[in-house]
């Protein structure tokens, strides 16, 4: 049993933590301040644009839930979605797809998918299913593909079987070129938009020789991409007939985008993206706009250095809505739509690598009003999340674990 301490903070919100499985820890809060859950020293001594783009003060939540496991027999899962009947499509980064229910039975490896490259930090990355999945069984991903030329982001699709045990017609739909020789910085994550058209992330690859790549309209290293579901750029995209341009960009300037999600009633598409030392983004993405890698940046190198010229602003360069320093580490994340916990009704929910957490942000008008920290204590790289037709939220961990998250059962 876990014991569930409901606190009454002196602003007048009722605040409670949350509960793991019986193998986790208990989730005790006696914080009755409003700082911010960032305590550590920052990385630079950069300012922010504006008040309350990083370190906002500290929410908690007043529902009582719990987050439990279950199951810890994945390897390395990478992407998460929801089929229609509540179960679970998760992609492993070494080139596998599972079926797992919410009571925790998984399936066994689907076939018939194309080979990855899952060295350093590629593999089989997102995954979304078709808005009419239940009458075409259609399933679209993103993985890290080899040519002779080298390395790089790729979109497959293909129909999953009857019995459920294959992927069929399995197609390339678009190869973000050029290839690179190197096994970082992918991206990706996929889904669909409101119009039905499919939106992509990809990396910049990292070293520096490709960084400038996020900055050039024809080469797809760094962008946001949309596409048709057959791979065609999208109609309506803001480069079309553009000279020296592609296409099928809809943003550019991006780092390493990890997180794709679309706000539940506004239908804009926000991103996350890893910073170097600090400067982990969150984004609300606009047609055609530079979000300014590897130009601006709230980061500085891993050795310490600035990047670039060290600038954080330049006109025609977008802010990210909100940026950590330290990092957050942010992979996958989604928009809670449900009115199971109401509080968190259009919440965004990041999943935390190296921070090993969940992070909650309360966004109001496109500005974070407030931060909490999910399962901070049970000392997982968390990769992705989805909500499920249930209300509960449920999260994977590149240690092998499915996390349920949602009011106590």
Known sequence: MFKIIVLIIICGYVFSCGTNNANSKNHTVSDTTITPVE????????????????????????????????TNALSKPWGITTLPDNRLLITQKGGTMRIVTTSGKVSAPITGLPP?????????????????????????????????????????????????????????????TPAYNGTLHYGSRILFDRSGNLVISTGERSDPSTRPQAQDLNSALGKIIRISKDGQPATGNPFTGKAGARPEFYSYGHRNAQGLALHPETGDIWESEMGPRGGDEINLIQPGKNYGWPVITYGIEYSGG?????????????????YWD??????GMTFYNSDTISEWKNNLFITGLNSNHIARLVIVKNKVVGEERLLADEGQRFRDITQGNDGALYAITDEGRLYKIGRKE
């Open 306 to 322: 600035k990047v670039g010229s060290g600038i954080t602003q330049k006109d025609n360069m977008e802010q990210p809505i909100y």
């Open 116 to 176: 990855v490259n899952a060295s350093g930090q590629g593999g089989l990355l997102g995954v979304t299913i078709d808005p009419q999945f239940a009458n075409n069984r259609m399933v679209y991903w993103t993985f890290s593909k080899s040519t002779p030329e080298g390395n790089l982001t790729a979109v497959a699709k293909g129909s999953l079987s009857a019995d459920e045990r294959s992927m069929e017609n399995v197609a390339e739909i678009y190869l973000a």
């Open 39 to 70: 305590t550590r020293q920052s990385n630079t001594n950069y300012k922010p644009a504006y008040l309350g783009q990083t370190r906002i003060a500290a929410v908690k939540t007043a529902a009582t839930y719990e987050g439990r496991v279950i």
């Open 326 to 331: 330290p990092v957050l580490s942010p992979s």
